[in-house]
């Protein structure tokens, strides 16, 4: 895993900040975010719904509508183009061929009036000059390697006619059509069967380590991480709050926000009488973020600081970054005395 | 506030916190702990009632504001004027015959028998909300029963209800209503019925749809386990969540009640006299109105900004209730 | 497929026989009596006009008959013109209604959907300005206002001035036959279906375009062009073709009021000349011609919506 990560990034995303205008004010949905993706490696963004992932994720190939999405600040570098400058024709250049997306719900990503075959040679197409015919074979042979039976029977027919797990097969089919460098998945298993969840992830792997992409991998579920990723980057209310190794993540975590969530991942064995824990409370308001700390008013370790300030960015070497003002000597007290009990989380979460 | 830019080199810097709200480190750094559920839940997701929410949002939205504050006035206009005016709604004075707009103290003039326009129109005005808002009532109830049953039982039920209910959408409307008109007695619980005979079908329909949806949410079916009655459930637990669509519907069903009777007495069987409707004036204007123009001009423009004001307030509902509809 | 026509097929039958059946016995109810004139007419005459109408049969024999007859396209005859055959005097009239909801429609559906479809792709701009107000115009003018108003103001006033000044009549104020005499009536009885055309269309359009498949599209690198044409636009169609059928409806009966303004003889026309002179026989054979009309045209749009929608042929076919 080392060695991916010294290799040259991919895609390296600094300080981005993106917001929406709305009718009732403008809401910072991603504020101040800094990653970097290398080939061959997944990096999964870890956070709950409204933290910023999917807008993160949709901002790398500009898909937010714009307005009323606005990049405020920050840069985005994917393979060389600089993508928050770029015009709409480099942009049009990139999506499907640098880098495809899957999308959240197969049910409505693929449009229900055309063949699903046509709709992956659509993107062949587009990014090749080859002729209709062999379009159409490549994307049989697409339908082929995504696992579905009878490809060139089924490239004939409408998405209403494939189930759920089909319809996200075909939706990875677009998205891999032209073997892209980079491949964003938008939580690709949630609105799946979870006996489908697993196919799915192994597809989506198997590609992957095929042709060496590079993987953006959205979800909330911290137990899907564990098979795919190799760093974790923990999202919460528009900012990253620590990221670092999948192993870092999950046997050291720092932040008191990673630790509540490793909590209440359900284990097996775990004890079926004790409810799961959950963090208490709800993510702010993006319109009027708080001024300190976005998770101080949800964490037990909260101190005065936190409701002032934005923590800064502390590394803590090998790549694992966290903002938590517990890591500041000045707050040694409260991260020994308060944290004793909330620290045995991160042994638990080691333990799967 | 601070920027996001935070490197491993700030972490170390230890001015960045000094002099933040005149609190030393030591303070600074002191364990608070969380804020109590209460106030994390309750600070940023006011729950407001529902039709509070509604009705700011509505008062929020410009076009929509002014169309409620001009119906109101509209609707003082239709109650109050006929009781206060010293003209009645039949009064001929042929020596005041064909007046025009301000003239010897009839605001809008005076019809060809000499009755004041003000009057008439402003009692045209009541009989057309009376007519629009009772139509509307009563294909309401209709419309929503049967949509409610026919979505709720589903089936073999609702097959039947639904063919029922396309055979009959498929006559048109205006000519069933002036094949009634023919038999019944011209008048305006005649058009009432007219109206809520053939104009229920689209709200049926409506609840219908919504109702199929509603009644595979977990909520209903929880319902039904724990043994609650067909009527309960569609009372209690379906139709309070078909509210805001049913609303929609409804206001943009009074233009249409509004402008059949329009239609009607264009025809000749709306309201009879001595009784006005906005309907029967713009058709008696359309007689008269080359000799003196304000007895068309005057209900045509109240008519037209009836018209305008419900379909305006619809659209501005639609777009508060159903934010997946319409402009977003 | 063939059962889903089918299927179709029978609902259009069973809704004629109603609106037939309906119509029939709505006339019969009727309180008005066409032979009860100036002239008290004696029994025996009366008794022999019954007779001749069929009017003396028990009522079901009456509606068997009726039917048998509107089965061989027989309508009956007028009450009022005596003889004359009410299939003759709307298959003589039709022609011109015809020509006026197909003038209309032609001016109304290519401009609604032009203005409708820009709006929607330029929201904000010109077009969506042009689109709203003819929205709100069309939804609050009642065509009759609309109708007395220019046929006064463009047919009368204006018309007299380029009479005086030019030499010819810019907008006569009735008949039918130049292209002249056609431009009001059918701006006016297009009007108001363009509003509604326009409104659906761009609603229609910025529905589909909120979908997540347009996302997917853009996602593919397609260029708005291409993403318009090919995804934005068919998807948006079925829901602009549903409306066609009550859209064609509403064009020949909302006729009626028109013609009857214009003086063009068609078969609203006749419809409301029936109304007024209690000439059911006319009434009743009009209705069922326009019930005929607007039944097939919602069949045609029903077999169009199949034909554009794959997921209908499709589902059908699994339930049938």
Known sequence: MADDTSKKPLLVVKDLQVSFDTASGEVQAVRGVSFHVSPGETLALVGESGSGKSVTAQTIMRLNPEPPARIKAGSVMLDGVEVTKADDKTMQDLRGKTVGMVFQDPMTAMNPTMRVGRQIDEVVLEHNKIANSEAWERAVRIIDAVRIPNAADRARQYPSQFSGGMRQRGVIGISIANVPKLLIADEPTTALDVTIQAQIIDLLLSIQKEERMAMIFITHDLGVTAQVAHRIAVMYAGRIVEQGDAHTIYHHPVHPYTKGLLKSVPKPGQDRSVDLYAIEGAPPNLIDPPKGCAFSPRCEKCMRICKELQPPATDLGHGHVCSCWLLDPRAKAVADAVGAGAGTSSEEGGAR | MASATMTAAQTADVQATSGVAGMDDAKLFEWVGPE????????????????????????????????????????????????????????????????????????????????????????????????ALAAVIVSLVFGAAYGGISGYFG?????????????????????????????LKPGVSTIILAYALVGWTGMARLVRGEVLKLKTREYVLASRVLGASPSRV????????????????????????????????????????????????????????????????????FL????????????????????????? | MLKYIAKRFGYSILTLWVLITVTFFLMHLLPGDPFVGDKPLSDSVKAAIYARYGLDQPVYIQYLRYMQNVLHGDLGS???????????????????????????LTFAIPTGMLIGIMAALHRGGPWDTTALVITALGVSIPSFVLASILQYYLGVVFSSWTLANWGFRAFPISGWGTPQQAILPCFILGFSNLAEIIRMTRSSLLEVSGQDYIRTAKAKGLSERKIVWRHILRNSLCPIITILGPLIASCLTGSFIIESIFNIPGVGKFMIMGVETSDYMVTAGSTIFYGVLIVGANFIVDMLYMVIDPNIRLYDDKEA
């Not at chain 2, 005041?96 to 010897?104: K, R, S, W």
């Open chain 2, 36 to 131: 109590d559920e209460s106030s994390i839940n309750g600070a940023h997701a006011p729950k407001r009632n529902f039709w509070h929410g509604v009705w700011t949002r509505l008062v929020h939205d410009r076009a929509a504001f002014v169309c409620l504050i001009a119906l109101v006035v509209m609707i003082l206009m239709a109650i109050f004027v006929p009781m206060v005016s010293p003209y009645s709604i039949s009064d001929q004075d042929f020596t005041q015959c064909n007046l025009g707009f301000m003239e010897n103290g009839h605001i809008f003039g005076t019809d060809k028998l000499g009755r004041d326009l003000f009057v008439r129109l402003c009692f045209g005005m009541r009989v057309s909300f009376i007519i």
């Open chain 2, 155 to 183: 089936g073999m039920v609702d097959n039947v209800m639904m063919r029922v209910l396309e055979v009959i959408s498929c006559i048109p409307s205006m000519i069933m209503v002036i094949l009634l008109l023919m038999v």
């Open chain 2, 234 to 301: 569609i009372l209690r637990d379906l139709l309070p969540n078909t509210v805001s669509i049913i609303l929609v519907e409804l206001t943009m069903c009074i233009p249409g009640a509004i402008l059949m009777e329009g239609f009607l007495s264009y025809c000749g069987l709306g309201v009879q006299i001595p009784l006005s409707s906005l309907g029967s004036l713009v058709t008696d204007g359309i007689k008269d109105f080359q000799g003196n123009p304000i007895v068309l001009i005057a209900p045509s423009i």
């Open chain 2, 304 to 328: 037209c900004l009836v018209m305008f004001i419900f379909n305006t307030l619809g659209d501005s509902l639609r777009d508060i209730l159903d934010p997946t509809l319409g402009r977003q």
């Open chain 3, 78 to 104: 007028s009450l009022i013109y005596s003889g004359q055959s009410v299939t003759n005097m709307i298959s003589a009239a039709f022609p011109y209604s015809a020509d006026l909801a197909l003038r209309s």
